[in-house]
């Protein structure tokens, strides 16, 4: 019987042709695009993320927050717009980015554990955080989770938090907690300082950002070892744009982005101390309505924001308006007797004088420094010249400059005015001496009061009757919060 056969060489060429064509094919495909792509072409970068005065929030000048500021830094790198959407809750959260089309990023102060593997990829981190078991000053400190048993603990549903309760309990099975997803941390914090619930458990950065608001709430002990923050792309993402934000995340920590942040967000403890924050959360709620009033009034006259005067006021005085320096200066905003008479204050120890006189003069100056000085710089500039004198400043301008420094940058001429205080530096300088370094701590005190105050009186209250409804009590939750700014 004949069998035909192909010769060994005529298959081989056989062979040769289908992979030839398979790979023509493979070619006339059209490639999925990446992620990074996507999100390129998008021109926008989708952000998920919670609203909470760590991560995201609105103030008087718009949107603002740690996450926020890092992400749209981000988003600027790959040259794409910021798009925010916020999440209900954390659960709502992890189901965006599971299911929703297109890439979204969320950055939400999230801590990668080995049970949310499944539900996202997380980025390297930029944040370190201890959670802490949160207490009221008063009560009974816990000291250990043993003690954690027969209280009334709640913490947020989805979180880190209630799973690492939850693994505590086959530990402890007399260990009981509530999750709420109607609530954010500062309502915890709240529900804490307000002895509503026994105990919480809380990061230490969101400790961090509303200890000054609470001024009952202790941190009782660490519970577990410190953990990541870290962004979370979808799990059925490809790499391309978790390797974009991995790249972020080294060039912010290695050029120093990420330090400022964490001082501008996280660092008022570091300024304040904890005695300091506890001292400022109760002289906000015991001073502050007493001057308010005349604070919103010369701020209007100015057109300057009546917490920025507040805040100077709370670095100059403690809002105490019989203050009395060293150096003979007084009053509420710290006139000297010069200043005084220019902004025609009769009595420096009248408070409402003292506020008059105070804005007036910051107003004053700040229009009088020169044009090349921008804002936000401007405002940094005017309060050092409110504190050590226009003459002293242009000297540390005029030294920076000589150092091959930008006299126009706050940042820059920061680190050359404690110079006026050395001899070899002020010896060449047309004022002389001068304490150099107090306008710098005194411009960094300030901008954290600002920044708090800022946080405490969000932009809805602001037509209400504050001292009634709540200004010191920041328990503003989301609802209030977009129900009040549609944007959101
Ligand atoms: C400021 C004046 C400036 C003045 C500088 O001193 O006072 N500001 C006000 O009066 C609001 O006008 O500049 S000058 O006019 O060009 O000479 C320099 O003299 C006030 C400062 C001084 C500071 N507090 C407001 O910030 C103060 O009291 N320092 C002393 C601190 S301690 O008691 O010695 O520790």
Redesign the pocket.
Known sequence: MFVPTMSRKCCGYWLLASAMLLLLWACSQPLKPSTLERVQKAGELRVVTRNSPATYFQDRNGETGFEYELVKRFAKSLGVELKIEIADNLDDLFLRLEQDKGPVLAAAGLIDTPARATQAQFSSSYLQVSPQIIYRQGQRRPRRPADLQGKRIMVLKGSSHAQQLAALQTELPELQFEVSDEVEVVDLLRMVDEGQIDLTLVDSNELAMNQVYFPKVRVAFDLGEPTNLSWALAPGEDDSLLKEVNAFLDQVQDNGTLQQLKDRYYGHIDVLGYVGAYTFAQHLQQRLPRYEKAFRQEAQVQSLDWRFLAAMGYQ?SLWQPDAT???G?RGL????L???NAMAVSNRLDAAQSIR??AK?IAKIQAQLPESIQEPDRTWFALA????????LEDARRLTEAEGLNPNKWLDVKKILPRLAQKQWYSKTRYGY??GG?PVH?VANIRRYYDILTWVTLPQLEDSQLAESGLHMPGINKRTLSENNPAL
């Open positions: 100059e320096s060293k150096t200066v905003m710290m006139l000297t010069r200043t005084a006189g105070g003069y010249a409110y504190n050590v004198g226009g003459g002293h001068a304490r107090e005194f």
